[in-house]
């Protein structure tokens, strides 16, 4: 009797494991940092602007809670660097000289310049001195320099007072030039907050860069007629034409002879360079559009490593 042999029975060949890509589009899912759409990206920050300005007036408090002048210090540094500046610039290199109303051109040089100086080394910060915040949350990371800008602008606001009575003290009138420091406020802080945020990103990156910052800022200080007047300074030398108009045109320059302008009756409009405005506008939008998309390109790699 023949035996008849069966093939045994066929199963069906194992369906392929899907991806993680194919699973999470199967249900919905989506990489909690990715990156989103600038103009997503921008409303998120909106809708975060309560939290950006909680943030930066808590920092503001704290800033100083340790010292026993506490928010004293908001006026009386800014103050004390313009005294040391006006001791050696003013009396042992006599740059004054030429210079109407001295000490508040001084004064106001100073203060311009350290809102730029002080968003810049916050940005330096924003980001890789809050590596616990980023891990730890989701929220748009451009808040970070942003709310450090801010904070830095209510200082200056603060110091602002010990200007107007230091401008007043001096006898100059109080007119109607004097609005114009708004809108050159809010163009200067587009423009720190598109550098905080350049910055934040290097040195999220590369922290190193943040040891350098204080000698690039000091020596920008110099070129920007913090302590002295640059048309004064230029006068009757063989300066370069390229070099007296970047001198002028420099972004840190523009705005203190701006606010300069409003605030300082002896200053006047032949001192501001041609078309003052329109380079302030186009700094604060190059600076600020610049940097947000600079800083947004990154978005995904902030708290990595």
Same mark, same amino acid.
């Not at 809708?47 to 920092?59: E, G, L, N, S, V």
């Not at 109607?176 to 200067?188: G, M, Y």
């Given at each position: 009797?023949?035996?008849?042999?069966? /093939?045994?029975?066929?199963?069906?060949?194992?369906?392929? !494991?899907?991806?993680?890509?194919?699973? %999470?589009?199967?249900?919905?899912?989506? &990489?909690?940092?990715?990156?989103?759409?600038?103009?997503?990206?921008?409303?998120?920050?909106?809708? *975060?602007?309560?939290?950006?300005? @909680?943030?930066? !007036?808590?920092?503001?408090?704290?800033?100083?809670?340790?010292?026993?002048?506490?928010?004293?210090?908001?006026?009386? !540094?800014?103050?004390?660097?313009?005294?040391?500046?006006?001791?050696?610039?003013? #009396?042992?290199?006599?740059?004054?000289?030429? &210079?109407?109303?001295?000490?508040?051109?001084?004064?106001?040089?100073?203060?311009?310049?350290?809102?730029?100086?002080?968003?810049?080394?916050?940005?330096?910060?924003?980001?890789?001195?809050?590596?616990?915040?980023?891990?730890?949350?989701?929220?748009? *990371?451009?808040?970070?320099?942003?709310?450090?800008? +801010?904070?830095?602008?209510?200082?200056?606001?603060?110091?602002?007072? @010990?200007? #107007?009575?230091?401008? +007043?003290?001096?006898?100059?009138?109080?007119?109607?030039?004097?609005?114009?420091?708004?809108?050159?406020? &809010?163009?200067?802080?587009?423009?720190?907050?598109?550098? %905080?945020? $350049?910055?934040?990103?290097?040195?999220?990156?590369?922290?190193?860069?943040?040891?350098?910052?204080?000698? =690039?800022?000091?020596?920008?200080?110099?070129?920007?007629?913090?302590?002295?007047?640059?048309?004064? #300074? !230029?006068?009757?030398?063989?300066?370069?034409? @390229?070099?007296?108009?970047?001198?002028?045109?420099?972004? %840190?320059?523009?705005? $203190?002879?701006? $606010?300069?302008? /409003?605030?300082?009756?002896?200053?006047?409009?032949?001192?501001?360079?041609?078309?003052?405005?329109?380079?302030?506008?186009?700094?604060?939008?190059? %600076?600020? =559009?610049?940097?947000?998309?600079?800083?947004?390109?990154?978005?995904?790699?902030?708290?990595?490593?």
């Amino acid at each position: 009797m023949s035996q008849v042999l069966e /093939a045994p029975p066929k199963h069906p060949a194992p369906a392929p !494991t899907p991806s993680a890509q194919e699973l %999470a589009a199967r249900y919905g899912l989506a &990489v909690s940092n990715a990156r989103p759409s600038l103009g997503r990206y921008a409303g998120q920050l909106w809708q *975060r602007r309560h939290f950006i300005t @909680a943030f930066a !007036t808590a920092k503001l408090t704290t800033q100083y809670s340790q010292a026993k002048l506490g928010q004293l210090w908001q006026v009386m !540094t800014p103050l004390l660097n313009a005294a040391v500046y006006y001791l050696i610039f003013g #009396v042992l290199m006599n740059v004054k000289r030429g &210079v109407p109303d001295y000490i508040p051109f001084l004064v106001t040089g100073v203060f311009v310049f350290t809102f730029t100086q002080s968003s810049i080394m916050a940005g330096t910060r924003a980001v890789a001195g809050n590596l616990g915040l980023v891990r730890a949350l989701h929220f748009p *990371r451009a808040a970070l320099p942003i709310s450090f800008c +801010l904070q830095q602008l209510q200082q200056l606001l603060f110091s602002m007072i @010990a200007l #107007v009575a230091i401008v +007043l003290g001096f006898g100059l009138p109080l007119t109607p030039k004097w609005l114009l420091v708004i809108p050159a406020l &809010v163009l200067q802080f587009a423009f720190n907050a598109g550098l %905080a945020m $350049i910055v934040a990103r290097l040195c999220a990156k590369t922290p190193d860069i943040g040891q350098l910052m204080p000698f =690039v800022l000091r020596t920008w200080m110099y070129l920007s007629g913090v302590m002295f007047s640059l048309q004064q #300074v !230029t006068k009757g030398k063989s300066v370069p034409h @390229a070099v007296h108009f970047a001198l002028e045109h420099n972004p %840190a320059a523009v705005f $203190i002879d701006l $606010i300069r302008y /409003a605030l300082i009756d002896s200053f006047h409009s032949n001192q501001l360079p041609h078309h003052v405005w329109a380079w302030a506008l186009g700094w604060a939008l190059l %600076a600020g =559009v610049g940097g947000f998309i600079y800083f947004w390109k990154a978005e995904e790699t902030y708290g990595r490593g």
